[in-house]
C-alpha cells in the first residue's frame, strides 16, 4: 500500500510540473515611460516638452488597473481604467469593467505584452497573432516600480 501511495506522489509530482505555467513576471506595478502611436509610417512620441505624462500600470491576481495624468500644453486629462485580463504566451486580453472612455467599457483589448528583466513592453491593438494594427497602433514601455 505504501508503495502504491509513493508511486501515486511520484507521479503527481512529474505531471504537476509538466503542466503549462502561465507567465505572470509583470504582476506588480509599472511605471509608464515610453509612449508612441503609430500610424502608417508616422510616429507621434508621447514623452516630449510638450506632453507631460504620469502614469502606472499595476496588475495583481487577474486584475489590472492603471491610472495616469496627460497633460498637453495646459489642457490636463485623468486617465483610468480596470477589469481583468487572460494571458496566453504574450497574448494579453483585457476585459474592461471601467474607462475614463465609456466606449471602452465592456470591451477587449487584445495587446502584445513582452517583459524583459525591468522593462515591459505593451503594443495594442494587435490582432491574433500579436501583430499591430497597421492603421493606428501604441507601443507603450513601462519600468517595474516592484
Not at 486617465?79 to 504574450?90: E, K
Not at 517583459?115 to 494594427?133: N, Q, Y
Request: with cysteine.
Amino acid at each position: 500500500m505504501k508503495h502504491t501511495i509513493y508511486c501515486f506522489l511520484i507521479a503527481l509530482l512529474i505531471f504537476g510540473s509538466c503542466a503549462k505555467k502561465e507567465n505572470k513576471s509583470f504582476q506588480g506595478t509599472w511605471q509608464l515611460v515610453q509612449m508612441q502611436m503609430i500610424e502608417r509610417e508616422k510616429v507621434t512620441n508621447y514623452f516630449s516638452d510638450r506632453y507631460k505624462i504620469s502614469q502606472i500600470k499595476m496588475w495583481s491576481g487577474d486584475h489590472f488597473m492603471f491610472v495616469g495624468k496627460y497633460q498637453v500644453d495646459t489642457n490636463v486629462v485623468y486617465r483610468y481604467g480596470t477589469g481583468t485580463y487572460t494571458i496566453d504566451g504574450n497574448i494579453y486580453v483585457e476585459d474592461i469593467d471601467y474607462h475614463f472612455d465609456k466606449s471602452y467599457e465592456g470591451r477587449k483589448n487584445k495587446i502584445w505584452l513582452e517583459v524583459s528583466h525591468d522593462t515591459l513592453l505593451h503594443i495594442f491593438p494587435v490582432d491574433d497573432t500579436g501583430r499591430p494594427m497597421q492603421a493606428r497602433h501604441y507601443v507603450e514601455r513601462y519600468i517595474r516600480l516592484n
